[in-house]
């Protein structure tokens, strides 16, 4: 069974800074999904990841992917304020149709001046 | 781009009603269509997958009779919670894949299901 693991789940951090939020799953997957979601919202298509080595960045986020250590990263740099949200990791079930995701807890994210 | 829109956005209804919600791919055909249900402050739950033409797959723990699952369409599906009970009150999400990006997914915006 596909299980997928974030940390953290809090993450309170002050504007300018750095930080890294980590997603690890438990079986092969050949795509991962970062999302943004604000109070109330739906989901917000960040990133997708299909391969080993995988590198995306848009604006001050960046996203990774170690399929062998089955674990993605979604970086932050020099935080700011628009970036509080929650960000959700999701995997792709492998052979499972297009859109059959496992979903992570969600990391809320706070950014404070 | 793809989007997904969804009907209605908020639906508060009495206990033992049924209430539907819509879902719908508005500039592409969507073969398979998902259903996720979020409870406040939590991760979203895969309930099922909507296939055009055929059955519902639903994953474990989902009461295929209380959550009925009609893909009349390549655009359309729709969710119908039966006999809703207070413990449904949700946040229901739609998916789908546009054929031009089978690994993009878009989310629709969201249902909020309220019942008293």
């Known amino acids: 069974e596909l299980k997928v693991e974030q940390n953290p789940l809090f993450l309170s951090m002050q504007e300018g800074k750095n930080y890294t939020i980590y997603c690890n799953y438990s079986?092969?997957?050949?795509?991962l999904y970062w999302y943004r979601q604000d109070p109330g919202k739906s989901l917000e298509s960040l990133f997708v990841l299909l391969s080993n080595g995988a590198v995306k960045q848009e604006g001050r986020l960046m996203a990774s992917l170690d399929t062998k250590a089955r674990l993605s990263t979604l970086h932050i740099t020099a935080a700011v304020h628009d970036l509080s949200a929650t960000y959700f990791c999701?995997?792709?079930?492998?052979?499972?149709?297009?859109?059959?995701?496992?979903f992570g807890k969600g990391t809320k994210l706070s950014v404070k001046p | 781009g793809a989007v997904v829109s969804q009907h209605p956005s908020w639906v508060i209804c009495k206990s033992g009603t049924s209430v539907k919600i819509e879902c719908r791919s508005l500039d592409f055909q969507a073969t398979t269509m998902f259903w996720y249900r979020q409870f406040p402050k939590q991760s979203l739950m895969l309930m099922a997958t909507?296939?055009?033409?055929?059955?519902?797959?639903?994953e474990q723990g989902v009461e295929k009779d209380k959550f009925l699952i009609n893909h009349a369409s390549l655009t359309l599906s729709t969710l119908t919670v039966t006999s809703a009970h207070p413990e449904d009150s949700s946040f229901y999400i739609c998916?789908?894949?546009?054929?031009?990006?089978?690994?993009?997914?878009?989310f629709g915006p969201g249902t909020r299901l309220t019942v008293l």
């Open positions: 999701a995997v792709g079930r492998d052979g499972g149709s297009q859109g059959n995701l496992i």
């Open positions: 998916s789908a894949s546009p054929p031009w990006g089978l690994n993009e997914q878009f």
């Open positions: 909507s296939n055009e033409g055929s059955k519902a797959t639903y």
């Open positions: 079986t092969t997957s050949d795509r």
